[in-house]
């Protein structure tokens, strides 16, 4: 049994991703590709921990490709369709780009889970009032996280603080996907709002992202086997 935990694979380069991505997806559901990774490794970072996966016996694994894209519709379903051939099942967007470059992603990988992020959680409400976004920010991520399903995303990225209130407003097979998750006296590095494992689930999160507490453990493995044995069984 696996957890529905996404291991963040934010590795200085290729041979540490593929040893975390071994070590740890034999207990996870989900791997997670990020923009710095993406960024510097391109489409072999994806191969990478899709292959180590397999070598583990992981067959199961999914790829989150966060790419948290944000650009005019044209733009983003081209750079959508340059990934179709890494078959994400998940590639975040920013769903402040609005409902036509969400729908624009949707139509460009409709067997992918196109994936809206809300509100940054390092942005706080004073940021939000200096771009003109009207907050708080919980108002404001519950507001996107709706725009975002209705334009066609199935997923939706949101602070642990805000999955209940969105759990809420989006219907059950919105898959709810929350950082910021920390085990119950783990270190929480930049991290600033936090909630531990349990409390996210418990509140209505289908998936954890976790990255440091896993990946910066003296053992990635183990660590995401305890995780895993402490969670209660998925939604
Ligand atoms: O190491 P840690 O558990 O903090 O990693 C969290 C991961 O989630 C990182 O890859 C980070 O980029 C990502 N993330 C986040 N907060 C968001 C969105 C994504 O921490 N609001």
């Keep these: 049994m ?7 694979l934010d590795a200085p380069d290729l041979p540490t991703l593929s040893r975390w991505a071994f070590e740890t997806s034999p207990f996870v559901s989900t791997l997670k590709v990020g923009l710095e990774v993406f960024c510097r490794d391109g489409a072999a970072a994806v191969q990478a921990a899709r292959d180590a996966a397999m070598r583990a016996g992981a ?5 989150f490709l966060d790419l948290k894209l944000h650009d005019i ?7 959508a369709s340059a990934v179709r051939d890494l078959h994400p099942d998940y590639l975040t967007v920013h769903a402040a780009g609005g409902p036509e470059m969400i729908a624009a992603a949707a139509r460009a990988l409709p067997d992918t889970r196109i994936t ?3 509100i940054l959680t390092s942005l706080d409400d004073s940021v939000l009032e200096s771009i003109g976004m009207r907050g708080p920010s919980l108002d404001a991520a519950v507001r996107l996280a709706v725009l975002a399903v209705e334009a066609g995303a199935r997923a939706i990225v949101c602070s642990p603080l805000e999955v209940a209130a969105i759990r809420a407003a989006v219907s059950d097979d919105i898959t709810l996907i ?5 085990p119950a006296g783990a270190g929480v590095q930049d991290q600033k709002r ?5 409390s996210a689930l418990a509140a209505g999160a289908d998936l954890l992202v976790i990255g440091r507490p896993i990946t910066g453990a003296a053992s990635p493995g183990e ?8 969670l209660p069984a998925a939604r």
């Design 116 to 118: 809206a992020v809300t």
């Design 194 to 198: 936090v909630a531990t494992p349990e």
């Design 178 to 182: 929350t950082p910021g998750v920390r």
């Design 223 to 230: 660590a995401a086997r305890e995780l895993r044995d402490a």
């Design 73 to 79: 519709p044209a733009t983003v379903a081209g750079a």
């Design 2 to 8: 696996t957890a529905p935990i996404a291991v963040a």
């Design 59 to 63: 067959d199961h694994a999914r790829i």
